[in-house]
């Protein structure tokens, strides 16, 4: 997990590298930009599918330490680090200060999400609704969700992050079958490669299918994984993955 976490926080600084590059008005190179077009369908469901994995452990704990504990690993690294990359941007004004506080407006947006996301996880659990519902009910309401608050991305995510859990509780790591396998493969090749074209894919619905594809590749081979010589330091990425959100695109910008 930690090895997958890694590359999708890598290829997330790449995004946000060439969109750096271009606020400063440089030249961005084509390879760049084509990788991270042929990436852009992946990244940030199966983020957010990984990090819905990790509820199985959460739950354990009691109600006022798990909503403590997401204040301070996730909520306030959000405002801080949002207060902080307005200020590198010379865009920290009062009202928009405050305003951090409820509407992401930085990159730091997926910390605010993945709050909200755990608060409702929380709120499902205790209410006893049916996870696999909600999950494909928030992916289709996705598609008419306003702009105004990223509404669409938020509900699209959430049904990533609740089948994340599902994954974990009900043991789907490794449980694919091989003919399964091979056309999931061949799904997420077509999505990179329609990625790799510039078309939007990202957060939405008839586009979905593109990183439920890789995902069911990485359930796949998840238990087969070894590290690869070379390669160790995307599990040192993943497991500091919240150290490299919240900061790399205010040193990116520095």
């Given at each position: 997990?930690?090895?997958?976490?890694?590359?999708?926080?890598?290829?997330?600084?790449?995004?946000?590298?060439?969109?750096?590059?271009?606020?400063?008005?440089?030249?961005?190179?084509?390879?760049?930009?084509?990788?991270?077009?042929?990436?852009?369908?992946?990244?940030?469901?199966?983020?957010?599918?990984?990090?819905?994995?990790?509820?199985?452990?959460?739950?354990?704990?009691?109600?006022?330490?798990?909503?403590?504990?997401?204040?301070f690993s996730l909520y306030w690294p959000y405002l801080l680090w949002s207060l902080?990359?307005?200020?590198?941007?010379?865009?920290?004004?009062?009202?928009?200060?405050?305003?951090?506080?409820?509407?992401?407006?930085?990159?730091?947006?997926?910390?605010?999400?993945?709050?909200?996301?755990?608060?409702?996880?929380?709120?499902?659990?205790?209410?006893?609704?049916?996870?696999?519902?909600?999950?494909?009910?928030?992916?289709?309401?996705?598609?008419?969700?306003?702009?105004?608050?990223?509404?669409?991305?938020a509900l699209f995510l959430f049904a990533f992050f609740l089948l994340g859990h599902?994954?974990?509780?009900?043991?789907?790591?490794?449980?694919?079958?091989?003919?399964?396998?091979?056309?999931?493969?061949?799904?997420?090749?077509?999505?990179?490669?329609?990625?790799?074209?510039?078309?939007?894919?990202?957060?939405?619905?008839?586009?979905?299918?593109?990183?439920?594809?890789?995902?069911?590749?990485?359930?796949?081979?998840?238990?087969?994984?070894?590290?690869?010589?070379?390669?160790?330091?995307?599990?040192?990425?993943?497991?500091?993955?919240?150290?490299?959100?919240?900061?790399?695109?205010?040193?990116?910008?520095?």
């Amino acid at each position: 997990m930690d090895a997958v976490r890694g590359a999708c926080i890598l290829l997330v600084m790449l995004w946000h590298g060439a969109l750096v590059m271009e606020w400063l008005k440089l030249s961005v190179p084509a390879g760049l930009s084509a990788f991270n077009n042929a990436f852009a369908p992946f990244r940030m469901p199966l983020l957010t599918f990984l990090s819905g994995m990790l509820l199985e452990r959460a739950l354990k704990k009691p109600t006022g330490m798990f909503i403590r504990g997401k204040i301070f690993s996730l909520y306030w690294p959000y405002l801080l680090w949002s207060l902080l990359f307005l200020a590198v941007r010379g865009t920290l004004w009062p009202e928009r200060a405050l305003t951090i506080l409820w509407k992401p407006e930085t990159y730091l947006w997926f910390l605010h999400n993945l709050f909200l996301f755990y608060l409702a996880f929380l709120a499902l659990c205790r209410l006893r609704i049916p996870l696999l519902p909600v999950a494909v009910a928030s992916l289709l309401l996705a598609e008419f969700g306003t702009d105004q608050l990223a509404v669409a991305r938020a509900l699209f995510l959430f049904a990533f992050f609740l089948l994340g859990h599902l994954a974990q509780s009900r043991n789907w790591i490794g449980r694919v079958p091989m003919p399964i396998l091979v056309a999931a493969g061949a799904a997420a090749i077509a999505g990179a490669g329609a990625g790799l074209t510039g078309h939007e894919m990202r957060y939405q619905l008839m586009f979905a299918w593109a990183p439920l594809a890789l995902i069911v590749v990485v359930l796949a081979l998840a238990p087969r994984y070894r590290p690869l010589p070379g390669l160790q330091f995307l599990q040192w990425i993943g497991a500091n993955s919240i150290v490299f959100y919240a900061s790399h695109m205010t040193f990116q910008m520095l």
